[in-house]
């Protein structure tokens, strides 16, 4: 029915301020309020619907997505919104654009590795939109491996130029966002070689295509990369393929604040460490971070909402069937994802404090928390990519046979947010670069430093101040036991950011108690899960771990009349969520119905096809039927 809050009366079962908890969710009243202006405008404007979006066929889904981030861009300038109102207009419009990287990589890495007189020249161009950037590293032969790019950029002394080539098909670069079809720019990733000698990857600003017909430069080759997973998804975005045939680029478009290269052609190296090349990989990689409970949180709302909704099995006396979000089961696969929603926020606004401070240090020429800023964004963007990746399809295993309809939102928000588990650094390479940071440490703890910040934990288990570890004997052998030492660093940090999120003054009735549920929920479902670990290592007793167990099946209890309002918090509109079975009002089953009608394949009774492919096969068995 139409106008019923089919979900009213979980909705009255909530202990806690839910208004409240939204402005916990969301940072700060103002967040909240900047939030629910702008998803609003998004939502009730036509021209960003997307309920169509995973039945277009790529060439109309692809000019509709450019359709919308010129409208969006648009309305940004009527409007006189923000940067903050901007970015978050682009996030409620939720469709990936070449965009993302524009405002993303591109920019940021101008940003952080171009002088001030780079900056001048560039940033205002590319913020006007005059021109349109992507970020050029990964080739076809190499994408974890950052120092084995093959793309050259050599230094002409004559010409006061670099000549940027790709030198073999393996060079050709491949994968980056936006490069296909759109942008103008790239900033390029490129071996510089100057007299004969390498000295490395470096940035480089080329432009790529005419500011006049939009056709590529001289020497440049330049295309989409084809058809990615899944329906609509990530298909709204242009991947490219990229080759330089000898493209010349003036000295000055080496992006040089970490070094530079003189008029004469010497390589200069600045005072700061050349990991800086890879700012802008550490910037994306926090962002990723502060996505990853937005993604959870969408699936979670859907799963709860639907979980009320949805019945089976348990009628007494022809009363109405058990609620599947009562089931135990379903509540030990779905509250623990719930939790984690709740810590990666937390985690997400702790990484973006740590990343404001080393920015501040690195200008003040301390470069001191760079390797341990390095760990976190790479190890906390490896385990929230992973959970949020399986929690969507764990999410959509919960809602049974209706959450692998397209319908539910549930299988394209797999399919667009499951390569972030590979982009921006594969998940178990960026695993081993914490185990590396990990084993580091262990080895100066053995020389007598104290590890601080996320590390101090390290300083106080005893047997480690015994260890003497050289980082690299055994490494390779025992790395799959690593990465598991490098998640469940990652875990503590997260577990002990939702603490510390706990030890503030939260105002709202019941809002902390319910905070506290979750906090608890994350980590007993942790150490259930680990408990075979903790049980071979005795940091924990069989009597402990059972104990355990029935404190978290406890809180599952306390939580559950709650759920509903604690998804509610996430404050999703029912445009942004796209889904029906995670509709605000639970009025599924006639919108599921409705639905299905409105599928192409229903415009006819009879379908395309039948004449030719059909029919013939009736026919046949009339006939054999008539032997
Ligand atoms: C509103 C904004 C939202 C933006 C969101 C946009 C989303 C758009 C969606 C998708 C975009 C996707 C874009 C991309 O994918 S871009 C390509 C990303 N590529 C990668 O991530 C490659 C992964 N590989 C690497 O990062 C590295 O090469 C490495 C694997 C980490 C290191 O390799 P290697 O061992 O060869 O190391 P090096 O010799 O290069 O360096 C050794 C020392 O440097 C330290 N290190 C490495 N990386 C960093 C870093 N980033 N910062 C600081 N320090 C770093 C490393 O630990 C070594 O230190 P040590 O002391 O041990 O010597
Ligand atoms: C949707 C999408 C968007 C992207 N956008 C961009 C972009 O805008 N710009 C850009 O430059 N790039 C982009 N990329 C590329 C992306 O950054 C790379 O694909 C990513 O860094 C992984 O590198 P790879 O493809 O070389 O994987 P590989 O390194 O080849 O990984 C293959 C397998 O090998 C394993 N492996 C690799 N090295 C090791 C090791 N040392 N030890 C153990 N195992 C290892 C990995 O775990 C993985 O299982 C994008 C990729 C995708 C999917």
């Known amino acids: 029915m139409e106008g019923v809050d089919h979900l009213a009366d979980e909705r009255k079962k909530a202990e806690f301020n839910v208004e409240a908890m939204k402005i916990v969710w969301a940072g700060s009243q103002h967040n909240l309020e900047v939030s629910n202006r702008i998803s ?14 995973t039945m277009l066929p790529r060439k109309e889904l692809f000019k509709n997505t450019l359709r919308k ?70 080739e076809l032969g190499h994408g974890s491996n950052v120092q084995g790019l093959e793309t050259t950029a050599t230094f002409d002394p004559h010409t006061d130029e670099f000549v940027i080539h790709s030198p073999t098909l393996t060079s050709s670069k491949w994968w980056p966002g936006g490069l296909g079809k759109v942008s103008t720019h790239a900033v390029t990733y490129a071996r510089l070689i100057i007299d004969g000698k390498d000295h490395g990857v470096h940035g480089f600003i080329v432009q790529l295509r005419s500011l006049e017909d939009h056709r590529p430069l ?31 680029i003036p ?46 949180s969408r699936a979670v709302c859907i799963a709860t909402r639907y979980s009320a909704v949805r019945r089976q099995f348990g009628s007494q006396n022809g009363g109405p069937e058990t609620q599947v979000i009562d089931y135990k089961t379903q509540q030990s696969r779905l509250f623990p994802l719930l939790a984690s929603a709740y810590a990666f926020r937390f985690v997400g606004e702790w990484l973006e404090w740590l990343y404001t401070d080393v920015m501040q240090r690195l200008q003040a020429n301390d470069f001191s928390t760079l390797p341990e800023a390095h760990a976190c964004t790479a190890g906390l963007k490896s385990l929230t990519t992973s959970v949020t990746a399986d929690g969507i399809e764990e999410c959509r295993k919960l809602c049974g046979g209706h959450g692998y309809l397209c319908t539910s939102g549930l299988p394209e928000l797999f399919a667009v947010y499951v390569p972030a588990c590979t982009y921006e650094g594969d998940n178990i390479v960026l695993l081993l670069q914490v185990a590396r940071f990990l084993m580091k440490t262990v080895s100066q703890i053995g020389t007598g430093k104290q590890p601080v ?93 059972a104990l355990a167990n029935d404190q978290l099946r406890a809180l599952y209890s306390k939580v559950r009349p709650n759920a509903i309002a604690l998804v509610d918090a996430f404050n999703y509109s029912d445009h942004f969520l796209s889904s029906i079975l995670g509709r605000y009002d639970g009025n599924v089953y006639p919108k599921l119905y409705e639905a299905a009608w409105k599928d192409p394949l229903n415009e006819s009774v009879v379908p395309d096809g039948y004449h030719e492919y059909v029919r013939p096969l009736l026919k046949q068995q009339l006939h054999t039927a008539r032997l």
């Open 251 to 296: 000295r000055n478009q080496m992006l040089m604040k970490v070094s530079q290269v003189t008029r004469e052609g010497k390589y200069k190296q600045s005072d700061v460490p050349r990991q800086l090349v890879y700012g802008t990989m550490v910037y994306v990689r926090q962002r990723i971070v502060a996505d990853a409970s937005c993604y959870l």
């Open 453 to 545: 910040g996320t590390i101090a934990y390290m300083g106080r288990i005893e047997h480690l101040m015994q260890c003497r570890c050289n980082v690299q004997r055994g490494f390779a052998e025992l790395s799959a036991d690593l990465v598991e030492a490098a998640v469940a660093h990652c875990q503590l940090i997260v577990v002990s950011k939702f603490i510390e999120k706990l030890q503030q003054d939260i105002p709202g009735e019941g809002v902390k108690q319910q905070l506290e549920a979750l906090c608890g929920i994350y980590y007993l479902s942790l150490l259930h899960k680990h408990q075979g670990d903790f049980l071979a290592t005795s940091y924990l007793t069989p009597k402990q771990s």
């Open 218 to 248: 001289p020497g440049i080759t330049v295309g989409d990369i084809g058809m990615k997973f899944g329906n609509g998804a990530y298909n709204t975005m242009d991947n490219g393929v990229l080759r330089f045939d000898h493209v010349r």
């Open 69 to 138: 981030a010129a409208y969006a861009w648009k309305r940004i300038n009527e409007l006189r919104l923000s940067e903050e109102e901007a970015s978050k207009l682009r996030f409620y419009v939720d469709e990936t654009a070449y965009t993302d990287l524009h405002w993303g990589m591109f920019i940021p890495a101008i940003k952080g590795q171009g002088t001030d007189e780079q900056q001048r020249k560039w940033l205002p161009l590319a913020y006007k939109m005059q021109i349109i950037g992507c970020y050029a590293q990964t």
């Open 40 to 53: 609003k405008l998004v939502a009730d404007d036509p021209a960003f619907r997307k309920d169509d979006r």
